[in-house]
């Protein structure tokens, strides 16, 4: 068995469609500008148009059109919205996805580094058997909430994002910037769950919420570790971390913004081994790119431009 | 005259409390010796670390290129347990003289059995899962818990005690990774031509870890029937 895999050679059943991972990408990098993020969206029209059919997010696709990722992801999950439930969906098989490549993730990291110190051989393998019940978890929250999965597609965004071929790298990109970012999402959900009155997935998601929290914790003392006498490897982690901080904050989405759609869980995250020098930056990372009223009005236009292209197929059409 | 509590310097200041040998009740039928002297032992917990340890990164290699989600998870908790395994036996090293640094030391029986593991770990591609499973849960695993329970046997039941009590834990949850592996596999292989699959695979790593002598390498000589 060969080590170090490709994200395409995640093996998924026949459930299963992918996203195009250049979407996240491209969302991370866009400007503060109206134009320009309606002009991004507009020439991947027909790649998320393509990987939504057959799928839940066709309807969203159908009423919002390509902008329709800026409506979700940049709203705060509301349970009196009409779109909540397809929203809380969507939400959640991208955790279950999430959970899926965590798992992988941390599997991945017993092959390929097979000369690891023990305990992080052990630290990992640890994991393992929780992101195995995270996915089990997610996979029955999906399921009270109406869902099922494969109603989606999946972005394997996360597992690419993780996979370095350095142990230091890899655990500060997926144990601290992306199980942080897991952190913020998870207390979300609490709150969305105890404000619907919803005591299973509250205690659920509270439990894992407690498991990412020492996952963390892993990668906080595995990134010392592995860069201990060496401040420039050090310093490659952090800002490889950064990088993955930044990619997964969305366009400001996941930020410290008082109207953030996922606010940052600052106190989890001090408790899971992040200084405060560190979440400053991250509240200052994640602000950056466009802002919520950018994304708003280019949905706007988008949604526009999408319905007036149906109506002039439909014309089309009927002639 | 009082009872006395305590003996004193003179045989006639012995206590009154009735003789009570740990030997009596229940009766301790262990006897001393065993096959295996302190250095066989640390030899063979050596050995069985190898095998836990790249069982546990094998895995952990396959869980990305498994398509079957339910595999994946149950593989997870499996990964962590045989961790543990590994953990534990190592833990008993430096009690036996290996040195206090020896908790890591993994050691394959000879060069065979390292070349058997890695041929364990040769199927990669996502339609191989039968392939991958059968070698772990149909031939090393069962062969392990063989291995252990005749450990657990023929040594030195009181001396070697925690070597036992080691190898009990891991035969017991060894015993249900097996069983939920084969239910796996039962589920997997539903028709003529995947049972062919998994007998084929199954003969092939037979061979191959008679080949090499098992786990300690000695497997002729302490030769029980193979799955």
């Known amino acids: ?319 | 005259m009082s009872q006395r509590m305590y003996p004193g310097m003179s045989p006639d200041e012995k206590t009154t409390f009735a003789p009570y040998s740990a030997f009596d009740i229940p009766a301790d039928l262990r006897e001393l010796h065993g096959r295996y002297d302190v250095e066989a032992t640390a030899r063979r917990c050596r050995n069985f670390r190898y095998a836990e340890e790249w069982m546990m990164m094998i895995l952990g290699g396959w869980v990305a290129t498994i398509p079957e989600v339910p595999v994946k998870t149950g593989l997870g908790k499996i990964i962590w347990e045989t961790a543990q395994a590994a953990d534990e036996l190592g833990r008993r090293l430096p009690e036996l003289r290996c040195g206090r640094k020896a908790v890591e030391a993994s050691e394959a029986s000879n060069q065979a059995f390292a070349d058997f593991i890695q041929a364990l770990s040769d199927p990669e591609q996502p339609d191989l899962s039968i392939e991958k499973l059968a070698g772990i849960f149909d031939v090393l695993k069962p062969h392990l818990v063989e291995v252990y329970e005749r450990t657990m046997r023929e040594t030195d039941q009181i001396s070697d005690a925690p070597t036992i009590e080691i190898l009990d834990t891991i035969v017991r949850k060894t015993r249900r990774h097996i069983a939920w592996g084969q239910e796996v596999l039962d589920r997997l292989c539903d028709t003529d031509a995947t049972r062919e699959r998994r007998r084929k695979r199954i003969d092939l790593i037979n061979a191959k870890l008679a080949e090499c002598g098992g786990v300690t390498g000695t497997l002729e000589s302490d030769r029980g029937s193979l799955h």
């Open chain 1, 1 to 319: 068995m060969k080590r170090f895999i490709h994200h395409s050679e995640l093996a998924r059943d026949s459930r299963f469609v992918r996203q195009d991972n250049a979407q996240s990408t491209v969302l991370a990098q866009m400007p503060d500008d109206v134009e320009t993020v309606v002009n991004i969206f507009d020439q991947f029209t027909p790649m998320i148009e393509e990987s939504v059919r057959g799928t839940a997010a066709q309807a969203l696709f159908d009423e919002y059109g390509p902008g329709f990722a800026l409506m979700v992801l940049n709203e705060p999950l509301d349970p009196d919205s009409p779109i909540s439930k397809t929203r809380l969906l969507l939400r959640m098989h991208g955790i279950f996805v999430g959970e899926l490549q965590a798992l992988e993730g941390a599997a991945r990291s017993l092959w390929d580094f097979p000369d690891a110190p023990w305990e992080f051989k052990m630290n990992m393998a640890r994991q393992c058997w929780d992101e195995g019940r995270h996915v089990q978890i997610f996979e029955k929250l999906l399921t009270h909430l109406g869902g099922e999965v494969g109603m989606f597609p999946e972005s394997t965004f996360l597992f690419e994002c993780a996979c370095s071929e350095d142990p230091a790298m890899r655990v500060a990109g997926v144990n601290r910037g992306l199980e942080g970012l897991a952190c913020d999402v998870f207390r979300d959900m609490i709150r969305y769950a105890e404000k619907t009155g919803d005591e299973t997935m509250r205690q659920a998601v509270d439990y894992v919420l407690a498991d990412e929290i020492t996952h963390v914790r892993f990668g906080s003392e595995w990134v010392k570790a592995f860069t201990e006498g060496d401040p420039d490897h050090f310093k490659r982690t952090q800002d490889f971390r950064r990088e993955v901080d930044k990619q997964f904050s969305f366009g400001g989405a996941r930020s410290d913004r008082p109207d953030a759609a996922i606010p940052i869980a600052w106190e989890d995250r001090v408790e899971a081994g992040f200084s405060e020098e560190e979440l400053r930056d991250l509240a200052e990372l994640s602000v950056g790119g466009p802002s919520k009223k950018t994304l708003i009005e280019a949905a706007r236009i988008l949604r526009e431009r999408h319905q007036a292209r149906k109506a002039e197929q439909s014309k089309e059409t009927g002639q």
